[in-house]
């Protein structure tokens, strides 16, 4: 009978072990990027894209925190999957410091782009390139001091997140009158160069393991249909857009790995994952693919058209609606998006990869 207990205990032990070996191989994430990823550093900005009031946060577990949405967003739900042990908490928070840096840090600010001049219209920003600086120069040493390690091989046991790409054009290639003689190919092939140049000096820092998340359709959200309300469907100017950035995205994270050697990149499609949900919504667990769950002012009524009334009114079943506000989806679509990360083997949804994988790198 004890050997056969013995034998028991042993292969609960393997199978335990084995069950939960994702969860001891990455220690963190750094995220860096826009909105759709921005875990409250806005809230410490002066800049009127901020999410620190209600209804943003009415299904958090801490309330309104700066995330645009009404609960949990990608970051967050990623993190859940890697069985990380609490949120990743922004950069701009004064604490942000010590033990909390450990597990990782989220630099992304809401507005922001690739390149520095975008977001400039909602007020002090912060761009990609400057969120990889306080990375380098702030955080970096900081986390080289808490783990007692100046080798930098210690940051091969964190991912390096990135979401942006999406406000370079809304806010930036079809907002200004000076992008008039720029081909939408040339500005698109600037920004991959621009995201390329960033990807590599986080390299050279430390980094080896790499998430690129597309832009979304961004043609498909109520901010754009409310500029266009008798137009029936995605305003496909804007998605044939970040269509083509997609496809360059895909391919730079194969392209970008003979000057990046021992790196491994993941392209996670929350584009078509989006898509095939605004397409078939029942068949995805949703209502309404169309309208804003909370209550968005309009720029003729002094909003943007974008972010939520202040105290406004909110939908009942949030988990029915693939949109929060004007622009960004609610928590059950970034749980699509992060399960599918996660553990999707279709490569038409993540490439060439999913995020599991990654971690067994």
């Known amino acids: 009978m004890m050997p056969t207990l013995l034998f028991l205990c042993l292969v609960i032990y393997a199978c335990f072990s084995s069950c939960n070996a ?11 990027g826009s909105s759709l990823v921005d875990n409250g550093n806005n809230n410490f900005l002066q800049n009127s894209a901020k999410a620190d009031y209600l209804p943003y946060g009415v299904d958090f577990p801490y309330g309104p925190s700066g995330r645009f949405t009404n609960g949990k967003n990608v ?28 597990h990782g840090v989220n630099f992304a600010s809401g507005g922001s782009g690739i390149l520095d001049d975008t977001g400039s219209i909602a007020g002090h920003v912060i761009s990609l390139p400057q969120q990889i600086r306080n990375f380098k120069e ?9 783990m007692g390690n100046r080798s930098k091989k210690f940051l091969q046991s964190y991912l390096f997140v990135v979401g942006t790409g999406g406000n370079d ?12 003689t720029v081909s939408l190919e040339a500005f698109t092939a600037n920004l991959i160069t621009s995201l390329s140049r960033q990807l590599k000096k986080l390299y050279n820092l430390g980094g080896r393991k790499f998430v690129l998340m597309s832009v979304n359709p961004i043609g498909c959200s109520p901010m754009v ?11 496909q100017v804007l998605n044939k857009a970040v269509e083509l950035f997609n496809v360059h995205l895909k391919s730079l994270a194969v392209d970008i790995k003979p000057q990046m050697p021992a ?18 919504p029942l068949s995805k667990g949703f209502k309404d693919e169309i309208n804003a769950c909370c209550e968005v002012a309009s720029v003729n009524e002094g909003g943007n058209g974008i972010l939520c009334q202040k105290q406004g009114r909110v939908c009942a079943d949030r988990s029915a609606h693939v949109f929060f506000d004007g622009l960004h989806p ?11 990360a996660f553990a999707s083997m279709r490569t ?14």
Do not use: W
């Open 138 to 146: 702030v955080t970096l040493p900081e986390l080289e001091a808490e």
């Open 225 to 235: 249909k409310a500029v266009q309300p008798r137009r029936q469907g995605c305003v």
């Open 22 to 32: 994702s969860a001891t191989k990455i220690k963190g994430m750094f995220v860096f």
């Open 348 to 361: 038409t949804e993540v490439y060439p990869f999913n995020v599991q994988n990654l971690t067994e790198h």
């Open 169 to 180: 054009y809304s806010f930036n290639y079809f907002l200004r009158k000076s992008n008039n």
């Open 75 to 102: 970051i967050d739900l990623l993190g859940e999957q890697l069985k990380l042990p609490f949120f990743i908490p922004p950069f701009a928070d004064p604490s942000t410091k010590g033990s909390r840096i450990v």
């Open 263 to 280: 790196s491994y990149l993941v392209y996670v499609n929350s584009y078509k994952i989006i898509r095939d949900i605004i397409k078939n």
């Open 330 to 340: 609610t928590e059950a679509v970034n749980m699509q998006i992060a399960t599918k």
